[in-house]
């Protein structure tokens, strides 16, 4: 938290967290406006990072567990939500330097690609809650493994996507926040940080397109709504760079956590419930056939 | 499980209650064997919506009144609603599945110590069943707590009927004001709209589907071809800054009815979907047969847009001469 933060600063300044470490070792006595602008303006944030499938369409039902199993040469990639909020991250670190920007994400060791990937981008600091347990993890098993994890790091911001595109739940950030008793506002189309007075406004996107202003205290949770910014593409040898990068592990049977409040009795493919036929034939065909129905309908006018 | 009570918490929308409220009496029903649920409103002068429900449903109503419950906010709203709910050894507390309810539901839920199943389309069996994977795939979620928040999709459920019967007692409560790290200051209208959309009696969509942001001049010529027709497009595309937002149709966006819409590869996610139930003809066209738009689209066609299109222009233009 920034007021506990300020108070380590002052007491015991090169293990200041909010100074990157080459900028301490570059001035081992920081001067008295760089120790003021330090103490105020940088940020601690956390980004809550999903790996999703590449596409759901090479998923399939297992018969065996009623789960989804994943082919073997099944590609994985950020969440793209998430992208949003990690370049919504890094744009507050561009206007507020010394801000770091941790990126977090929970899986098996596959995750760790993501998460390079995030360092990539420009992340300063990966760290992975691996965990291998197979089958169901509910909204609430993995934000008590992010809200365990993220409790004594005194974070000023934790950021998610506003869900993720493979589980559609919404819950994540939510939870976390209610885990650790933090304010949250959800589907954030735009934001305020305001570190000089530990507050952040921002707009919530709702229904309709209208936009709802929330002011919250800091430390608070955001989960961040796709269209916020544009997220910036890694040039490869960046992203290669960041195989180098080490990540911090963390292995999930070592944070404790609540036992989930919801199990997963299997998944389904929807009964197709739609009236609607396709136009099948050649692309000509189908086109004819298209311009037929319009023609019966009335609608060329 | 059969008696647990069954709590819908209501929402306004500039001072109306929603119709996703109402649907969410026909999913309380099903939750709780045919029993009626309770209703909580909470606002700063809410009595006369809280008889439009007790009046509509027949249902108990409970008002939570206090100047800081004018607009939503998540921290004011669970503080209010604890009051009443913490009572509860064993309930279901539903809200829709909308920008409010997805926002406090996980809120409630760890607060009461519940379950929380979000973005709910059906009820049965001792399940919830959740679209995942954009409605590719549905899961079975089993909450096992005594006490379930669930939220519900806007439009999986029809909304009640009005009821014959008397209406519903209603009983108004003071919500003690707490302090809270959060304030919702406000809601501003939104400003940038393509009134054209509301108007058009056909609509062409462009969804990620197609591609690039080139492939929107496909989309253009499609929709000239018509008369009184105008261009939308599906959230993702808008972000992707290949169309802007004021023509993006769905939850966050604008809700069309037009005489024809024309689908062009969108994947039919339920927030654009939802946007689009009024139309009387839905045309999709996308190179995945397993696409949840075609569980929506009247008539569904697996091609690449970047060729059917101009064959279908071809056509259209021979036709129109």
Partial sequence: MLSERKLGFLTCPTSFLGLSSRAVSKRHTPSADLWQQAKTLSMKILVCIKQVADSSETLQVDERTGLLSYEENTAFRMNRFDEFTLEEALLIKERFPGTMVDALSVGPERVSATLQRAMGMGADHGIHILNRAGGYTSPFTAASLVAECARARNYDLIMTGVMAEDTMASQTGQLIAALLDLPCATSVIKEQVRPESADIAVEREIEGGSRETVQLKLPAVLTIQPGINFPRYPSFSKVMRARTYPQELIRAEDLEIQESRESCRGVRIPEASSQGVFIEGSPAEKARKVMNILHEKSLLS | ?321
């Fill in chain 2, 1 to 321: 499980m059969e008696n647990r009570t069954v709590y819908i918490i209501a929402e306004l929308r500039k001072g109306c209650i929603t119709q996703e409220t109402y649907e969410l009496v026909s999913f309380a029903r099903v939750i709780g064997k045919g029993k009626n649920p309770v209703f909580l409103l909470l606002g700063k002068n809410v009595n006369e919506q809280a008889r439009e429900i007790s009046k509509k449903t027949g249902c108990y109503t409970l008002v939570l009144l206090g100047d800081h419950l004018e607009h939503y906010n998540a921290l004011s709203y669970a503080h209010a609603l604890m009051e009443i709910l913490q009572e509860e050894e064993a309930a279901w507390v539903c809200l829709p599945h909308t920008s409010m309810g997805y926002d406090l539901a996980p809120r409630l839920a760890v607060l009461l110590k519940a379950a929380c199943v979000t973005g709910v389309e059906s009820a049965g069996d001792g399940s919830l069943g959740r679209p995942i994977h954009s409605g590719r795939f549905m899961e079975e979620i089993v909450p096992k707590t005594p006490r379930v928040v669930v939220t519900l999709l806007p439009g999986a459920f029809r909304p009640c009927e009005e009821t014959a019967g008397p209406a519903g007692e209603v009983k108004v409560m003071r919500a003690a004001f707490t302090e809270a790290p959060s304030q919702t200051l406000g809601i501003a209208e939104s400003l940038h709209r393509d009134s054209a959309l509301k108007d058009a009696e056909v609509i062409v969509s462009a969804g990620r589907g197609i591609g690039n942001k080139e492939n929107i001049s496909l989309i253009k010529k499609l929709a000239a071809v018509f008369s009184r027709s105008a261009v939308g497009a599906s959230r993702s595309a808008c972000d992707l800054g290949w169309v802007e937002h004021k023509h993006q149709i769905g939850t966050t966006g604008q809700t069309v009815s037009p005489k024809l819409y024309i689908a062009c590869g969108i994947s039919g996610a339920f927030q654009h979907v939802s946007g689009i139930r009024g139309a009387q003809t839905i045309v999709a066209i996308n190179t995945d047969r397993h696409a949840p738009i075609f569980q929506v689209a009247h008539y569904g066609i697996v091609e690449d847009l970047t060729t059917f299109i101009p064959i279908l222009l071809d056509e259209l233009s021979v036709k129109g001469r």
